[in-house]
Protein backbone atom coordinates (compact mmCIF):
# COMPACT_ATOMS: atom_id res chain seq x y z
CA UNK A 1 0.00 0.00 0.00
CA UNK A 2 1.35 3.38 -1.11
CA UNK A 3 1.33 6.80 0.23
CA UNK A 4 1.12 9.61 -2.19
CA UNK A 5 1.08 12.94 -0.41
CA UNK A 6 0.39 16.30 -2.39
CA UNK A 7 1.96 19.28 -0.46
CA UNK A 8 3.08 22.93 -1.85
CA UNK A 9 5.81 25.47 -0.46
CA UNK A 10 3.39 28.09 -0.12
CA UNK A 11 -0.83 28.81 -0.32
CA UNK A 12 -2.46 29.77 -3.50
CA UNK A 13 -0.73 27.13 -5.69
CA UNK A 14 -4.08 25.06 -6.47
CA UNK A 15 -2.81 22.08 -4.30
CA UNK A 16 -6.04 21.01 -2.85
CA UNK A 17 -7.90 21.50 -6.29
CA UNK A 18 -5.16 18.79 -8.07
CA UNK A 19 -5.54 16.84 -4.63
CA UNK A 20 -9.46 16.51 -5.15
CA UNK A 21 -8.58 15.88 -8.97
CA UNK A 22 -6.80 13.09 -8.46
CA UNK A 23 -9.00 11.36 -5.61
CA UNK A 24 -11.49 11.35 -8.32
CA UNK A 25 -9.45 10.02 -10.61
CA UNK A 26 -8.20 7.31 -8.30
CA UNK A 27 -11.77 6.53 -7.02
CA UNK A 28 -12.56 3.39 -5.27
CA UNK A 29 -9.20 2.44 -5.13
CA UNK A 30 -7.98 5.14 -2.32
CA UNK A 31 -8.53 6.18 0.75
CA UNK A 32 -8.64 9.83 0.83
CA UNK A 33 -6.83 12.04 3.71
CA UNK A 34 -7.08 15.99 4.16
CA UNK A 35 -3.85 16.53 6.51
CA UNK A 36 -4.45 20.50 5.87
CA UNK A 37 -6.58 20.42 9.01
CA UNK A 38 -5.62 24.29 9.95
CA UNK A 39 -7.48 25.05 6.72
CA UNK A 40 -9.67 21.92 5.27
CA UNK A 41 -11.57 22.27 2.46
CA UNK A 42 -11.49 19.10 0.38
CA UNK A 43 -14.97 18.86 1.38
CA UNK A 44 -16.13 21.29 -0.70
CA UNK A 45 -15.28 19.11 -3.99
CA UNK A 46 -16.02 15.40 -2.28
CA UNK A 47 -19.08 16.38 -0.94
CA UNK A 48 -18.00 13.68 2.59
CA UNK A 49 -21.59 12.99 4.85
CA UNK A 50 -19.18 13.77 8.20
CA UNK A 51 -20.05 10.43 9.63
CA UNK A 52 -18.17 9.04 12.56
CA UNK A 53 -17.00 12.72 14.23
CA UNK A 54 -14.34 12.00 17.12
CA UNK A 55 -12.93 14.49 19.47
CA UNK A 56 -9.58 15.22 19.12
CA UNK A 57 -8.24 16.21 22.74
CA UNK A 58 -4.33 17.76 23.10
CA UNK A 59 -1.78 19.61 24.12
CA UNK A 60 -2.11 20.92 28.00
CA UNK A 61 -4.35 24.14 29.74
CA UNK A 62 -4.31 25.56 33.07
CA UNK A 63 -7.71 25.64 34.76
CA UNK A 64 -8.18 27.18 38.15
CA UNK A 65 -10.93 26.12 40.80
CA UNK A 66 -12.26 29.70 41.72
CA UNK A 67 -13.63 28.19 45.11
CA UNK A 68 -10.10 26.71 46.01
CA UNK A 69 -8.34 30.04 44.54
CA UNK A 70 -7.29 32.23 47.42
CA UNK A 71 -6.46 35.18 45.19
CA UNK A 72 -2.82 35.21 45.99
CA UNK A 73 -1.52 36.32 42.35
CA UNK A 74 1.40 33.98 42.57
CA UNK A 75 0.21 32.17 39.46
CA UNK A 76 -0.51 35.55 37.87
CA UNK A 77 3.09 36.57 38.91
CA UNK A 78 4.99 33.51 38.05
CA UNK A 79 3.37 33.41 34.36
CA UNK A 80 5.72 34.08 31.12
CA UNK A 81 2.65 34.04 28.55
CA UNK A 82 0.71 36.48 30.66
CA UNK A 83 -2.32 34.13 30.46
CA UNK A 84 -3.75 35.09 33.71
CA UNK A 85 -5.79 37.92 33.72
CA UNK A 86 -7.92 39.41 36.49
CA UNK A 87 -11.42 39.44 34.94
CA UNK A 88 -14.69 40.17 37.72
CA UNK A 89 -11.69 40.38 40.70
CA UNK A 90 -11.13 36.60 39.55
CA UNK A 91 -7.76 34.79 38.64
CA UNK A 92 -8.87 33.49 35.38
CA UNK A 93 -6.66 31.19 32.30
CA UNK A 94 -6.28 32.75 28.51
CA UNK A 95 -7.03 29.54 26.71
CA UNK A 96 -5.46 31.39 23.85
CA UNK A 97 -2.14 32.65 25.72
CA UNK A 98 -1.87 29.36 27.90
CA UNK A 99 1.49 27.37 26.88
CA UNK A 100 0.19 24.36 29.24
CA UNK A 101 3.85 24.48 30.72
CA UNK A 102 2.30 23.94 34.34
CA UNK A 103 4.28 26.22 36.38
CA UNK A 104 1.29 28.01 37.35
CA UNK A 105 -0.07 25.04 39.06
CA UNK A 106 3.23 24.08 40.77
CA UNK A 107 3.30 27.33 42.77
CA UNK A 108 -0.32 27.27 43.68
CA UNK A 109 -0.41 27.12 47.36
CA UNK A 110 -3.99 25.53 47.39
CA UNK A 111 -3.33 23.49 44.59
CA UNK A 112 -6.25 25.30 42.66
CA UNK A 113 -4.70 24.70 39.53
CA UNK A 114 -4.57 21.75 37.21
CA UNK A 115 -3.73 20.92 34.04
CA UNK A 116 -6.23 18.87 31.22
CA UNK A 117 -5.83 18.16 27.65
CA UNK A 118 -8.97 20.53 25.58
CA UNK A 119 -11.00 19.61 23.03
CA UNK A 120 -9.23 21.06 20.18
CA UNK A 121 -10.77 20.03 17.13
CA UNK A 122 -12.75 17.33 15.55
CA UNK A 123 -11.85 14.19 13.19
CA UNK A 124 -14.08 12.59 10.49
CA UNK A 125 -14.38 9.27 8.85
CA UNK A 126 -16.79 10.13 5.80
CA UNK A 127 -17.82 8.76 2.93
CA UNK A 128 -17.39 10.62 -0.46
CA UNK A 129 -18.97 10.53 -3.79
CA UNK A 130 -16.55 8.91 -5.62
CA UNK A 131 -17.45 5.63 -3.68
CA UNK A 132 -14.74 5.29 -0.87
CA UNK A 133 -13.87 7.01 2.62
CA UNK A 134 -12.13 10.43 3.31
CA UNK A 135 -10.40 10.84 6.91
CA UNK A 136 -10.44 14.69 7.43
CA UNK A 137 -10.55 16.49 10.93
CA UNK A 138 -11.56 20.26 11.99
CA UNK A 139 -9.15 22.45 14.19
CA UNK A 140 -10.45 24.57 16.61
CA UNK A 141 -9.80 28.40 15.79
CA UNK A 142 -6.60 28.92 17.50
CA UNK A 143 -5.65 25.79 18.67
CA UNK A 144 -2.34 24.22 18.86
CA UNK A 145 -0.81 20.57 18.07
CA UNK A 146 -1.67 20.47 14.06
CA UNK A 147 0.62 18.07 13.78
CA UNK A 148 -0.31 15.66 15.76
CA UNK A 149 -4.10 16.18 13.98
CA UNK A 150 -2.53 15.41 10.62
CA UNK A 151 -1.22 12.58 12.29
CA UNK A 152 -4.43 11.38 13.75
CA UNK A 153 -5.78 11.85 10.06
CA UNK A 154 -2.83 10.13 8.49
CA UNK A 155 -3.09 6.83 11.10
CA UNK A 156 -6.87 6.48 10.49
CA UNK A 157 -6.33 6.50 6.62
CA UNK A 158 -3.91 3.96 6.65
CA UNK A 159 -5.47 1.61 8.75
CA UNK A 160 -8.35 1.79 6.55
CA UNK A 161 -6.22 1.49 3.54
CA UNK A 162 -4.84 -2.08 4.76
CA UNK A 163 -8.35 -2.99 5.91
CA UNK A 164 -9.94 -2.46 2.72
CA UNK A 165 -6.74 -3.61 0.82
CA UNK A 166 -6.62 0.03 -1.33
CA UNK A 167 -3.48 0.46 -3.44
CA UNK A 168 -3.04 3.99 -2.20
CA UNK A 169 -3.77 6.50 0.29
CA UNK A 170 -3.91 9.86 -0.89
CA UNK A 171 -2.98 12.50 1.06
CA UNK A 172 -3.70 16.76 0.96
CA UNK A 173 -0.56 18.38 2.83
CA UNK A 174 -0.65 21.21 4.74
CA UNK A 175 1.35 24.28 2.46
CA UNK A 176 4.88 25.68 3.77
CA UNK A 177 7.37 23.86 5.79
CA UNK A 178 5.59 23.75 9.40
CA UNK A 179 5.07 20.74 11.63
CA UNK A 180 1.79 20.23 9.76
CA UNK A 181 3.97 19.50 6.87
CA UNK A 182 6.28 17.49 8.60
CA UNK A 183 4.06 15.09 9.90
CA UNK A 184 1.88 14.98 6.34
CA UNK A 185 5.48 13.64 4.78
CA UNK A 186 6.10 10.71 7.28
CA UNK A 187 6.13 7.51 6.12
CA UNK A 188 5.06 8.59 2.11
CA UNK A 189 5.86 6.86 -0.26
CA UNK A 190 5.88 9.73 -3.16
CA UNK A 191 5.33 13.45 -2.71
CA UNK A 192 3.84 15.51 -5.30
CA UNK A 193 4.96 19.18 -5.31
CA UNK A 194 2.63 21.72 -6.90
CA UNK A 195 3.94 25.14 -7.29
CA UNK A 196 3.12 28.10 -9.56
CA UNK A 197 5.64 30.25 -11.89
CA UNK A 198 5.90 33.18 -9.16
CA UNK A 199 9.33 34.50 -7.67
CA UNK A 200 8.09 33.50 -4.52
CA UNK A 201 6.36 29.94 -5.65
CA UNK A 202 9.98 29.16 -6.72
CA UNK A 203 11.62 30.36 -3.27
CA UNK A 204 8.93 28.19 -1.39
CA UNK A 205 9.07 25.02 -3.99
CA UNK A 206 13.03 25.05 -3.15
CA UNK A 207 12.28 25.32 0.74
CA UNK A 208 9.78 22.80 1.20
CA UNK A 209 12.20 20.55 -1.80
CA UNK A 210 14.96 20.90 1.07
CA UNK A 211 12.56 18.99 3.24
CA UNK A 212 11.10 16.35 1.12
CA UNK A 213 15.04 15.23 0.54
CA UNK A 214 15.88 14.86 4.49
CA UNK A 215 12.90 12.29 4.61
CA UNK A 216 14.62 10.41 1.35
CA UNK A 217 11.29 10.61 -0.96
CA UNK A 218 11.14 10.33 -4.48
CA UNK A 219 9.19 13.23 -5.92
CA UNK A 220 7.17 14.93 -8.61
CA UNK A 221 6.05 18.38 -9.47
CA UNK A 222 3.02 20.44 -11.01
CA UNK A 223 3.58 23.53 -12.70
CA UNK A 224 -0.08 25.50 -12.12
CA UNK A 225 -1.00 28.15 -14.44
CA UNK A 226 2.26 27.32 -15.55
CA UNK A 227 2.39 30.49 -18.70
CA UNK A 228 1.43 33.16 -16.60
CA UNK A 229 5.30 33.71 -16.53
CA UNK A 230 7.29 31.91 -18.83
CA UNK A 231 11.00 32.92 -17.46
CA UNK A 232 10.00 31.63 -14.11
CA UNK A 233 8.52 28.40 -15.39
CA UNK A 234 11.85 27.88 -17.08
CA UNK A 235 13.63 28.31 -13.88
CA UNK A 236 11.56 25.67 -11.88
CA UNK A 237 11.93 23.19 -15.03
CA UNK A 238 15.91 23.87 -14.34
CA UNK A 239 15.53 23.37 -10.62
CA UNK A 240 13.39 20.20 -11.01
CA UNK A 241 16.20 18.70 -13.52
CA UNK A 242 18.92 19.67 -11.34
CA UNK A 243 17.14 18.15 -8.61
CA UNK A 244 15.88 14.78 -10.47
CA UNK A 245 12.49 15.65 -9.35
CA UNK A 246 9.85 14.36 -12.27
CA UNK A 247 8.30 16.97 -14.03
CA UNK A 248 4.63 15.63 -13.97
CA UNK A 249 2.88 18.50 -16.13
CA UNK A 250 2.69 22.13 -17.05
CA UNK A 251 -1.49 23.28 -16.30
CA UNK A 252 -1.87 26.41 -18.15
CA UNK A 253 -3.80 29.31 -16.61
CA UNK A 254 -7.50 28.93 -17.47
CA UNK A 255 -10.82 30.54 -15.42
CA UNK A 256 -12.78 26.80 -15.77
CA UNK A 257 -10.93 26.00 -12.29
CA UNK A 258 -12.64 28.83 -11.06
CA UNK A 259 -15.50 27.73 -12.11
CA UNK A 260 -15.23 23.97 -11.67
CA UNK A 261 -14.62 24.51 -8.50
CA UNK A 262 -17.81 27.21 -8.02
CA UNK A 263 -20.05 23.94 -9.30
CA UNK A 264 -18.45 21.81 -6.70
CA UNK A 265 -16.66 19.62 -9.26
CA UNK A 266 -13.10 18.60 -10.13
CA UNK A 267 -11.60 19.62 -13.20
CA UNK A 268 -11.08 16.76 -14.91
CA UNK A 269 -15.03 16.06 -14.59
CA UNK A 270 -15.66 19.89 -15.53
CA UNK A 271 -13.00 20.71 -18.93
CA UNK A 272 -12.17 17.67 -21.07
CA UNK A 273 -8.62 19.39 -22.10
CA UNK A 274 -7.44 20.05 -18.36
CA UNK A 275 -8.99 16.67 -17.39
CA UNK A 276 -6.85 14.83 -19.69
CA UNK A 277 -3.33 16.72 -18.97
CA UNK A 278 -3.82 15.74 -14.78
CA UNK A 279 -5.30 12.33 -15.90
CA UNK A 280 -1.41 11.73 -17.04
CA UNK A 281 -0.07 13.44 -14.60
CA UNK A 282 -2.03 10.75 -12.37
CA UNK A 283 -0.62 7.51 -14.31
CA UNK A 284 3.04 8.97 -14.21
CA UNK A 285 2.57 9.48 -10.19
CA UNK A 286 1.39 5.63 -10.12
CA UNK A 287 4.01 4.63 -12.52
CA UNK A 288 6.96 6.64 -10.00
CA UNK A 289 5.11 4.76 -7.03
CA UNK A 290 5.34 1.18 -8.66
CA UNK A 291 8.73 1.62 -8.36
CA UNK A 292 9.05 2.87 -5.12
CA UNK A 293 9.36 0.40 -1.97
CA UNK A 294 7.12 0.84 0.76
CA UNK A 295 8.68 2.88 4.07
CA UNK A 296 9.98 0.42 6.70
Same mark, same amino acid.
Given at each position: ???????????????????????????????????????????????????????????????? +???? $??? @? &?? #???? !???? /? *?????????? +???? $??? @? &?? #???? !???? /? *?????????????????? &??????????????????????????????????????????????????????????????????????????????????????????????????????????????????????????????????????????????????????????????????????
Amino acid at each position: MKEIVVISGKGGTGKTSITASLAYLGGEDLIVADCDVDAADMHLLMAPDFGKPEDFFSGELAYI +DQDA $CIK @C &GK #CQAV !CRFD /A *IPIIDSQYVV +DPLG $CEG @C &GY #CARI !CPTE /A *ITNSQPNVGKCFISSIRT &GTTMVHARLSIGADNSGKLVAKVKNEAKALAEIQNKIAVLVDGSPGVGCPVVSSLSGASFTVLVTEPTVSGLHDLRRVYELVKKFGIKAGCIINKGDINPEVSREIKDFLKEENIVLLSEIPYNVKFTEAMTNGKTIVEYDKDLGKIISESWEKILRATRSVGDPE
